[in-house]
């Protein structure tokens, strides 16, 4: 066993002694803050694109001075790098899509400089899907900044998010005089990034009293005690052969609050042999902190139904195990279980805490 391994090994016993000793107690991990996206315009656009009513949105170095050069380098976004906003716009500047998967807890900065007139308004917005947007930070005339570059810093909503745009948007509302807008630079979106291990399935091994060929059913009680919000889950039930060859494959997805009880069918692979059974349980708590309680696989049992005998249950209960347990500190992970029909010693249970 190399160093790595036995650290893994060694974090592993110690996060599923702390689950099964401290209830409630889950293993925390250092947030890990990283840089997600960044433009400074320096060397190009960064591909924004820009629309709207009275669009005067312009890429390269300002023209006027007030605002004159960002902080650090020549080249902005302003609206307009020469003059005043025009009367009655309404207009925006859009990123690219931008990539944010497996980070939550995102925070946009950005260095800004404006200069609106009384009622007018600059806002920061952002889309999860294209189509839903969200304001983020609303700047009207009197920000403390105005008049000189300065730094916002503004926090997306909590969420785990695939891809989101940004949008910066001046609008003219007021008739009041205009001033020469905004003008931005050094856009950065920082997050923490979620670490999500692959799973690791040990060997696992159930010889099944069952003719090849044979339809059999597994029914599979999960619960989530102590909480009373419904988690996403998806559960994968995988048959393979004795030549480790995936044979049938299910997957359940579902919102647990309380305890499920699914029937999953599955039909015996037609040689002869053992064959592997292996439920794999993934949740995702969709980046709520407040969520709390447990996962478990509490019972598992094969229905056995034999022509012209009643139906057999085998608990497959002996000597299931957690291999793989990750991270849920950020309420996102994997719990991975397998297992094989035993002597009915111990209940498969997976825990899982995030904390509140
Ligand atoms: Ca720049
Ligand atoms: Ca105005």
Not at 184 to 208: F, K, N, Q
Not at 258 to 269: I, S
Not at 273 to 295: D, H, I, P, Q, V
Not at 326 to 353: P, Q, W
């Amino acid at each position: 066993m190399n160093a790595e391994k036995l650290l893994r090994a060694t974090l592993m016993i110690a996060a599923i002694l702390a689950i099964i000793l401290l209830p409630g107690t889950p293993p925390r991990a250092a947030a890990q803050r990283e840089e997600v996206f960044f433009r400074d315009f320096e060397q190009s656009d960064g591909g924004f694109t820009h629309t709207g009513a009275g669009d005067t949105w312009e890429w390269g170095a300002p023209r006027t001075v007030p605002p004159g050069p960002p902080p650090r380098g020549e080249n902005v976004w302003g609206t307009s790098l020469s003059g005043p906003y025009v009367s009655g716009c309404f207009q925006s500047l859009l990123s690219p899509e931008i990539d944010v998967e497996g980070h939550i807890n995102l925070t946009l900065t950005m260095m800004l400089w404006l200069d609106i007139a009384p009622g007018d308004l600059f806002a920061v917005s952002f889309t999860p899907d294209g189509v839903n947007w969200t304001v983020l930070k609303r700047i009207g005339d009197g920000w403390e900044g105005e008049g000189s570059w300065g730094a916002v810093e503004v926090p997306l909503p909590e969420g785990l998010y695939t891809s989101i745009r940004l949008n910066f948007t001046l609008e003219d509302i007021s008739s009041e005089q205009q001033g020469l807008g905004a003008y931005i630079d050094w856009v950065r979106l920082e997050g923490e990034a979620l670490s999500i291990p692959s799973p690791e399935i040990s060997s696992v091994h159930y010889t099944p009293l069952l003719p090849p060929g044979e339809v059999f059913s597994l029914e599979v009680t999960l619960g989530l005690p102590g909480s009373p919000l419904p988690l996403p889950y998806t559960l994968k039930v995988v048959l393979t052969d004795h030549l480790d060859r995936e044979v049938e494959r299910r997957e359940i997805e579902g919102n647990l609050s309380g305890v499920d009880v699914r029937t999953v069918v599955l039909t015996a692979p037609p040689s002869d042999g053992t064959f592997n059974l292996k439920l794999e349980m993934t949740s995702y708590g969709g980046g709520r902190a407040a969520w709390s309680g447990y996962l478990s696989v509490g019972e598992v049992i094969l229905l056995e139904g034999f022509a012209g005998e009643p139906t057999q249950e085998v608990h497959l209960t002996g000597g299931w195990m957690i291999t793989s347990q990750e991270d849920y500190v950020y309420g996102m992970g994997a719990a991975v279980c397998a297992g094989e029909g035993g002597d009915g010693g111990e209940n498969l249970t997976v825990s899982v805490t995030i904390p509140s």
